[in-house]
T-cell receptor, first 112, second 112 residues
Framework: DAGITQSPRHKVTETGTPVTLRCHQTENHRYMYWYRQDPGHGLRLIHYSYGVKDTDKGEVSDGYSVSRSKTEDFLLTLESATSSQTSVYFC???????????FGPGTRLTVL | KNQVEQSPQSLIILEGKNCTLQCNYTVSPFSNLRWYKQDTGRGPVSLTIMTFSENTKSNGRYTATLDADTKQSSLHITASQLSDSASYICVVSKAAGNKLTFGGGTRVLVKP
């Protein structure tokens, strides 16, 4: 998985609670991304980062925030989890915006 | 609307046989097209990437073709193996901003 880890790998939480997912890379890639994958949908971009403290929204960013205080870490926070945020979340990295993205192993999140 | 449609949604083939997966897209302006393989419970892994000027690219037993005029791509798997059982995802990149649009994937099951 190209030096990308995600934690936790599985999480079950209750509606209304905050949740933070962590993506850690050892490749020193500039770009990092958070996607969600749901049945019937392709991967959809939530947020991405193009450098430390530089982030931008993707197509499904509502209800999510991100932070990148170090090159190697990209955090995804669900401020108040809802059942519609039950999904598998993937982190990805790339050297530049044009390069191939390498994906992490995913985090399965269930919101009850 | 920028879309990527894949067909079939799923298929079953016998070990040793060939198969072809289809990808049609409406993304414009076009930058590049990628095929990813996603094993169950894992993140996608890049197989090939093709730009506008390329019409075929191989990676071992995987051969991708691109017709940018008709906005169609195919992924051909030769002499399938049990390890080819996975979902195959077509991803089209839009020029200017390099926004990625993911197809819903084709799930391939190779039976002995």
């Amino acid at each position: 998985d190209a030096g990308i880890t995600q934690s936790p790998r599985h999480k079950v939480t209750e509606t209304g609670t905050p949740v933070t997912l962590r993506c850690h890379q050892t490749e020193n890639h500039r770009y990092m991304y958070w996607y969600r994958q749901d049945p019937g949908h392709g991967l959809r971009l939530i947020h991405y980062s193009y450098g430390v403290k530089d982030t931008d929204k993707g197509e499904v960013s509502d209800g999510y925030s991100v932070s990148r205080s170090k090159t190697e870490d990209f955090l995804l926070t669900l401020e108040s989890a809802t059942s519609s945020q039950t999904s598998v979340y993937f982190c990805a990295i790339s050297e530049s915006i044009l390069d191939t993205q390498y994906f992490g192993p995913g985090t399965r999140l269930t919101v009850l | 609307k920028n879309q990527v449609e894949q067909s079939p949604q799923s298929l079953i083939i016998l070990e040793g046989k060939n198969c072809t997966l289809q990808c049609n897209y409406t993304v414009s302006p076009f930058s590049n097209l990628r095929w990813y393989k996603q094993d169950t419970g894992r993140g996608p892994v890049s197989l090939t990437i093709m730009t506008f000027s390329e019409n075929t690219k191989s990676n071992g037993r995987y051969t991708a073709t691109l017709d940018a005029d008709t906005k169609q791509s195919s992924l051909h798997i030769t002499a399938s193996q049990l390890s080819d059982s996975a979902s195959y995802i077509c991803v089209v990149s839009k020029a200017a901003g390099n926004k990625l649009t993911f197809g819903g994937g084709t799930r391939v099951l190779v039976k002995p």
